[in-house]
Structure formats: structure tokens, C-alpha cells
């Protein structure tokens, strides 16, 4: 099972992808590969988001569920 990493992690890690693509510097294959993991790495973030989003909007329907009841 691979371990998700964290939102700031995987971050940083794209920042550094995108400075090597931008550099255009490797071969091809490299650049493609380069790719994949950014690609993979912009998914995991989505996922997160979502995740916190949602728990958001949980807690904030909590709280005004909370405020209702006053």
C-alpha cells in the first residue's frame, strides 16, 4: 500500500518537477517520467483538498446546526 504523502510535501516536490521540465534539461524519457510523478503528486493534492473540504463543510454545518438549537 503506498503511503500518502503530505499536502506540503508533495507541493514542494511539484515546485521542484516544475522547475526541471521548465529547465528542460534530461532526456526525454526523464522529462516523462518527471511528468508522471507530477501528475500522480497533483492527484494525491486533489484528493487531500477534497478531503478537507468536505471536513470543513461538516464542520461548519455542525456549528450551525449548533447555533440553531440556542
Known amino acids: 500500500m503506498e503511503q500518502q504523502i503530505r499536502f506540503e510535501e508533495a507541493m514542494q516536490k511539484l515546485s521542484e518537477i516544475v522547475e526541471k521540465l521548465e529547465g528542460g534539461e534530461g532526456s526525454l524519457d526523464e522529462m516523462i517520467h518527471l511528468y508522471e510523478e507530477g501528475m500522480s503528486l497533483v492527484k494525491s493534492c486533489e484528493t487531500q483538498l477534497d478531503a478537507y473540504e468536505a471536513k470543513i463543510e461538516k464542520l461548519n454545518e455542525?456549528?450551525?446546526?449548533a447555533g440553531n438549537a440556542e
Open 62 to 65: 455542525t456549528q450551525e446546526g
